[in-house]
């Protein structure tokens, strides 16, 4: 048996519930229904608290994924800068000004190369990866021992 229930809501809720309704094709009063048992169920902090931990988990896991692709850009950087640094002579005061310009134009080359990378979605974690696998299972980078 049912009880009926009179009751006033505001036009803009009254609006929402018309439209959510007429969209599922059910009752307005089905929808008011399963909305106050859902609000009133003892489980449904539980439920509410599960969805949480679903969306948080699967942020910590993207989270987890940046700080490795930003760990590995940080160490390819530091590797590079520190090679660069112990490999690269100073230049004499007559080539620097030729040094600058070349150095200009390698940087535009450099950009540009950096661009339709990014444009093409292949990233250097990726890469990295890759060649770890590959090396992992005796691919073609391996060295004879």
Excluded: C
């Excluded at 009752?27 to 909305?35: G, H, N, R, T, Y």
């Excluded at 048992?37 to 989270?63: C, F, I, N, V, Y």
């Amino acid at each position: 048996m049912r009880t009926k229930h009179t009751f006033r809501l505001p036009p803009d809720l009254a609006t929402k519930l018309a439209d959510y309704a007429a969209r599922k094709r059910v009752p307005q009063a089905l929808v008011v229904e399963a909305a106050l048992a859902s609000h009133l169920s003892p489980d449904g902090a539980d439920r509410l608290e599960a969805a949480l931990a679903r969306r948080l988990d699967r942020m910590t896991r993207q989270m987890e994924i940046i700080e490795r692709h930003v760990t590995i850009s940080n160490e390819a950087l530091a590797v590079f800068v520190r090679f660069w640094l112990t490999s690269t002579p100073p230049l004499p005061d007559t080539a620097l000004a030729a040094a600058q310009t070349k150095g200009r134009e390698r940087y535009e080359g450099f950009v540009e190369a950096l661009g339709r990378r990014l444009a093409r979605g292949r990233k250097l974690a990726d890469e990295v990866t890759r060649d770890i696998e590959a090396t992992a299972e005796g691919g073609p980078d391996v060295p004879a021992a």
